[in-house]
T-cell receptor
Framework: DTEVTQTPKHLVMGMTNKKSLKCEQHMGHRAMYWYKQKAKKPPELMFVYSYEKLSINESVPSRFSPECPNSSLLNLHLHALQPEDSALYLC????????????FGPGTRLTVT | RKEVEQDPGPFNVPEGATVAFNCTYSNSASQSFFWYRQDCRKEPKLLMSVYSSGNEDGRFTAQLNRASQYISLLIRDSKLSDSATYLCVVVNQAGTALIFGKGTTLSVSS
C-alpha cells in the first residue's frame, strides 16, 4: 500500500554493467531521497533532492549517479559497481522543508557479481 | 558518542506483554523525532512521530525528554504482528536528513 514505488524489485548486475534504479511517488512531495541499507544495518543516506535539485550528496562514489527528471521521479544510475555495493537501495519522499517524516518505497535489492 | 543509540535487543516477549524501547541522541539541537518499524527484508515504515508533549496511537506511546536527549516507545498488549525491528530516527540539525539508530528487534511469541 506504499505510495512510493520502485523498480526493479531485484537486480543482479556485473561489475561492467550499467543499470538504473527507478523511483516514483504520487504524494505531491517535493523532496526525494536515496538510501543504501546493508543487512542488519540501518539505512544510510546517499542523496537528497529538493524541488528537483540535488541538495545533499553524502560523499557517494561517482559510480552512483542520481537524476531527478521531475517532481515525481527519481533515478539512480549505476556503473562499474563493486561487489560491496550489493545492498537494498531505498527511495523515500517527504514534503519539502525541514524535519518532515519520510515515506519509503519497497526498495531494490541489488546484487553485484 | 554515536548520534542515535538504541539497545539492539532482541526483546523476546509473550503476547499481551508491555515492552519499552529507549533511544538516546547526541545532538541537542535536533528538532524532529520518529519511530519507524521495519519488517525483515522490507522497507522502513513510519510508526509515529514523537512530540515533546508525548503522543499515543492505540497501543503505542512515544515520549521525548529533551533535557536528557532521550526518546522512548511503549507498546502495550503486544501482538504477534508487532514482531519487527523498531528504528529510532532523529532529524539532523539542518533538518534535511534522517539519522537512524541501529534498531531494536522485538519478537512476540504465543
Amino acid at each position: 500500500d506504499t505510495e512510493v514505488t520502485q523498480t526493479p524489485k531485484h537486480l543482479v548486475m556485473g561489475m561492467t554493467n550499467k543499470k538504473s534504479l527507478k523511483c516514483e511517488q504520487h504524494m505531491g512531495h517535493r523532496a526525494m531521497y536515496w538510501y543504501k541499507q546493508k543487512a542488519k544495518k540501518p539505512p544510510e543516506l546517499m542523496f537528497v533532492y529538493s524541488y528537483e535539485k540535488l541538495s545533499i550528496n553524502e560523499s557517494v562514489p561517482s559510480r552512483f549517479s542520481p537524476e531527478c527528471p521531475n517532481s515525481s521521479l527519481l533515478n539512480l544510475h549505476l556503473h562499474a559497481l563493486q561487489p560491496e555495493d550489493s545492498a537494498l537501495y531505498l527511495c523515500a519522499s517527504s514534503q519539502a522543508g525541514t524535519g518532515r517524516e519520510q515515506y519509503f518505497g519497497p526498495g531494490t535489492r541489488l546484487t553485484v557479481t | 558518542r554515536k548520534e542515535v543509540e538504541q539497545d539492539p535487543g532482541p526483546f523476546n516477549v509473550p503476547e499481551g506483554a508491555t515492552v519499552a524501547f529507549n533511544c538516546t541522541y547526541s545532538n541537542s539541537a535536533s528538532q524532529s523525532f520518529f519511530w519507524y518499524r521495519q519488517d525483515c527484508r522490507k522497507e522502513p515504515k513510519l510508526l509515529m512521530s514523537v512530540y515533546s508533549s508525548g503522543n499515543e496511537d492505540g497501543r503505542f506511546t512515544a515520549q521525548l525528554n529533551r533535557a536528557s536527549q532521550y526518546i522512548s516507545l511503549l507498546i502495550r498488549d503486544s501482538k504477534l504482528s508487532d514482531s519487527a525491528t523498531y528504528l529510532c530516527v532523529v532529524v539532523n540539525q539542518a533538518g534535511t536528513a534522517l539519522i537512524f539508530g541501529k534498531g531494536t528487534t522485538l519478537s512476540v511469541s504465543s
